[in-house]
């Protein structure tokens, strides 16, 4: 009998925010240098330059998701595969891999009473061979500190604003 591995599944996670879907869409992307936690989930972190390294998302499909390096150089962490302001950024995800081997992260934006709901579906990683499960494990507790902690963080200061 053929060795027919199960497929790793997808992480979802999701949270509610007091924000309107395009204002949340906007501070996920366009105001990702302000949340995101450069300090311990960059490349710059790797060298112990993190807190100085910066983010930005190029808002459009084909764009990329950038971390300019301390050095001068910029690396990008994912393309964009799917920009619908107010709903849905999608993108192949990459950082700190060959391109060949790109995961997915869908976020989606839906208006809920009082604000909206954002689901963060990450798949593919069975593109990652015999090491995909250890790297979803990862993953599964990163984003839980990504959208837990900072993501939340910084809706709550937009929120009073």
Known sequence: MPDTASPTPPIKKSLTVPLEPGDAFDLFT??????????S?????????????RVR????????????LPDG???????????V???????????????????????RFAAI???????????????LGPAAGDICANYTSGWDLVLGCCLREAVAVAALT
């Not at 366009?30 to 300090?39: A, F, H």
């Not at 302001?85 to 976020?107: I, K, S």
């Open 85 to 107: 302001p107010g709903e849905r950024f999608a993108t192949q995800w990459y950082v700190g891999r060959d391109e060949a081997e790109a995961t997915f992260v869908d976020v």
């Open 30 to 39: 366009s105001g990702i240098d302000r949340w995101w936690p450069k300090d």
């Open 41 to 53: 989930h960059s490349l710059a972190a790797r060298d112990g330059a993190g807190d100085r390294t």
């Open 57 to 68: 998302v190029e808002a459009r499909e084909g764009g990329r998701v950038i971390e300019p």
């Open 73 to 83: 150089r910029e690396a990008a962490w994912a393309t964009v595969a799917a920009w």
């Open 113 to 127: 009473n009082g604000g909206t709901l954002v689901e963060l579906t990450h798949s593919g990683f069975d593109v």
